[in-house]
Structures are given as C-alpha cells and as structure tokens.
C-alpha cells in the first residue's frame, strides 16, 4: 500500500520561506502533487512533478514563489515556497497519481498524506 509523509510546514512571517518534503513509498506512481486546503475552503492544486521526464506545473496563485523538485534518486518531492503570504496559510498535502501527466484535480489523485500546516502572519 503507498504511504506518503509530509513535513516541514510550521509558523513563519510574510515574506519568508519554507521547506516541505513528501515521503512516498510502497508503489510506483506518474505524477506527485501539492495541494492545500485554507481554513475553510475546498482543497486546491498547488503544483505537480512528473517523475517521467520530471516536468512542473503551478497553480498562479503560487507561481514563480514557490518551486517544486524532485531529491536526486528518491522518492521525495519537495516544495519550496519563498515570499509567503498570509493567504498561503493552509493544511498542505502531497498526492499521488496514476497520471503521467500533469494532473490538477484532486480527484485524479488516489493516495494522499495526512497534511502539514503551514501558517504565514502578518
């Protein structure tokens, strides 16, 4: 069965930086995903990583602030996010998928972490 761990996330001002990594393990997979959900609003995507030919994609909300990487030869995802705004605060979740391509719903993902929180103040 895959599991997946996310960490990282913790309390930071604006304009800062955080580091978040996503462990999987038990599966093989196209695509690994960051989403997020702000306190009450619905999930959405973040940014996805292709592990065939490594390609990204962004949301716009975060494009250009935040990156997401690959560790050389493992399975972990990273997702660096700089110049963080009160309105990145959110329970952040990594994801995988069957896709090979560069899925952006929550729906096409099957397995997913239990979340970190990341909390940016004023």
């Known amino acids: 069965q895959v599991q997946l761990e996310e960490s990282g996330g913790g309390l930071v001002q604006a304009g800062g930086s955080l580091r978040l990594s996503c462990a999987a393990s038990g599966g093989t997979f196209g695509s690994m995903g960051w989403f997020r959900q702000p306190p009450g609003k619905e999930r959405e995507f973040v940014a996805v990583?292709?592990?065939?030919?490594?390609?990204?994609i962004y949301a716009d909300s975060v494009k250009d602030r935040f990156t997401i990487s690959r560790d050389n030869g493992k399975n972990i995802v990273n997702l660096q996010m700089s110049s963080l705004k009160p309105e990145d605060t959110a329970v952040y979740f990594c994801a995988v998928s069957s896709y090979v391509g560069y899925p952006r719903s929550p729906s096409q993902y099957a397995y997913w972490g239990q979340g970190t929180q990341v909390t940016v103040s004023s």
């Open positions: 990583f292709r592990w065939s030919g490594s390609g990204t």
